[in-house]
């Protein structure tokens, strides 16, 4: 009996090269994905800011809408990052 699993076991082997390969690939497709989100975070903060900016100087009143959306549009894509890191372990 203990031969059986011996056997499987063994046999079972030569696929940990290709598991590693694998979790590199990996590693380098979501490091790049959470420095996108990072950069895609700071452009919805840039342009957010720009476009409350405007409305402001226009003398529109209700903008904290605008900057409510634009604000957590920011927060989720900087947190999107992190959760592709946390998720795969990177």
Same mark, same amino acid.
């Given at each position: &009996?203990?031969?059986?699993? $011996?056997?499987?076991?063994? =046999?079972?082997?030569?696929?940990?090269?290709? &598991?590693? *390969?694998?979790?590199?690939? +990996?590693? =380098?497709? !979501?490091? =790049? $994905? !959470?420095?996108? =989100?990072?950069?895609?975070?700071?452009?919805? /903060?840039?342009?957010? /800011? +720009?476009?409350?900016?405007?409305? @402001? *100087? #226009?003398?529109?009143?209700?903008?904290? $809408?605008?900057? @409510?959306?634009?604000? %957590? $549009?920011?927060? %989720? #894509?900087?947190?999107? /990052?992190? %959760? +592709?890191? @946390?998720?795969?372990?990177?």
């Amino acid at each position: &009996m203990v031969c059986c699993f $011996a056997a499987c076991t063994v =046999s079972a082997q030569p696929g940990i090269a290709e &598991m590693q *390969q694998a979790q590199q690939d +990996l590693k =380098s497709t !979501f490091f =790049s $994905a !959470f420095d996108l =989100s990072l950069i895609v975070a700071t452009l919805f /903060g840039i342009i957010g /800011g +720009l476009r409350i900016y405007k409305n @402001a *100087q #226009m003398g529109k009143d209700r903008f904290t $809408a605008d900057v @409510a959306a634009w604000f %957590f $549009a920011a927060l %989720f #894509m900087t947190l999107a /990052g992190v %959760f +592709l890191r @946390a998720i795969f372990g990177i």
